[in-house]
């Protein structure tokens, strides 16, 4: 389902989940961006991917321009989110991966549907609780956003400990963080400091596993990272970004992308069959033509929008194809 010019979405758990797909005849890498940030994270691994490389991002619950409802939820649940998303795009087998709260959801969702992933790329993440006294600070910021907006004082400080002191590409973000309703952010920090710690099912994930973290890293402290590399069952590298902070893959590009390149040249990977692609496509289209319209006479949920012009056409258009 088209939601806009090139911006597709898909119903799946109540949710309008927004994702890109590059395309390309490789199997398919899936990444997951960290709390605050949203598909266009993952710019320059795009940029800098080899040709018939396919690159599908995605925009979780509270995030970007995915329309979710009021509900409460769990990484989790993010995780059959994707999930869904990867049964409409008729892929089986992926390369899953995450930066930060991404990476927590691609852990879970390793756990949780095993068969349906064929290695992790892990970025900034961990496997823990949040440090107590990160969430108290945390909520401290959250509730002046809330009560007072979005200041330049926070935004900065919130940058600097997402994207670190000195990268230039920080306004660009700031401007989309002034643009988040504050409903969307309450939910969203309250998933991020509710997450279960999942150290003791790690040694579960048989995959092959890439983890990359800065080593000037506020958020997450780079031990917490070699932490969850020792106890995967194949963690084949653990790849420090000196000097890089929590969002390393955007601020230190270059690196980033040449370790991801390795690591998936190693894996000989083989490439899905077109014609099964398409025909898994297809049959995820015609099963959501089928099963999935919405239920009119039902309740009706509450839906946040980043515009109500844009969920207006959506809707429209929505309900014009149930017909």
Request: net charge negative; glycine share 8%.
């Amino acid at each position: 389902m088209k939601g806009g010019p090139n911006v597709p979405l898909y119903a799946v758990n109540g949710q309008w989940i927004n994702y890109e797909d590059t395309g390309g005849d490789h199997e398919a890498v899936v990444l997951a961006h960290g709390f605050l940030m949203d598909r266009e994270m993952f710019a320059p691994q795009i940029a800098a991917a080899k040709a018939g490389s396919r690159f599908i991002t995605w925009d979780a619950r509270c995030h970007g321009d995915t329309e979710n409802t009021a509900d409460a939820f769990s990484y989790w649940d993010l995780a059959d989110d994707l999930k869904g998303l990867l049964d409409h795009l008729g892929i089986e087998r992926a390369v899953i991966g995450g930066m930060s709260q991404g990476g927590f959801v691609a852990l879970r969702f390793a756990l949780k549907y095993p068969e349906r992933v064929s290695a992790l790329v892990l970025i900034g993440t961990q496997a823990g609780l949040e440090d107590p006294e990160k969430v108290a600070t945390y909520q401290v910021m959250l509730d002046v956003w809330e009560a007072e907006g979005l200041n330049d004082q926070l935004a900065r400080t919130i940058a600097a400990i997402i994207l670190g002191n000195e990268w230039r590409g920080s306004d660009q973000w700031i401007a989309k963080w002034r643009q988040k309703p504050g409903s969307l952010l309450r939910q969203a920090f309250q998933t991020l400091v509710s997450r279960d710690d999942i150290h003791n099912r790690l040694g579960e994930i048989k995959v092959p596993n890439l983890v990359i973290h800065g080593t000037a890293d506020a958020a997450i402290d780079i031990e917490k990272a070699q932490r969850m590399c020792s106890d995967l069952a194949d963690c084949e590298q653990f790849v420090a970004i000196e000097d890089a902070g929590h969002a390393c893959n955007l601020t230190h590009p270059k690196l980033v992308n040449l370790a991801i390149q390795q690591f998936l040249s190693g894996l000989k990977l083989t490439a899905p069959q077109r014609a099964e692609q398409r025909a898994n496509t297809i049959r995820a289209d015609v099963e959501r033509r089928s099963g999935e319209r919405r239920d009119q006479s039902g309740p009706r949920r509450q839906t946040f929008a980043p515009e109500d012009r844009r969920l207006a056409e959506r809707r429209a258009l929505a309900e014009r194809r149930a017909r």
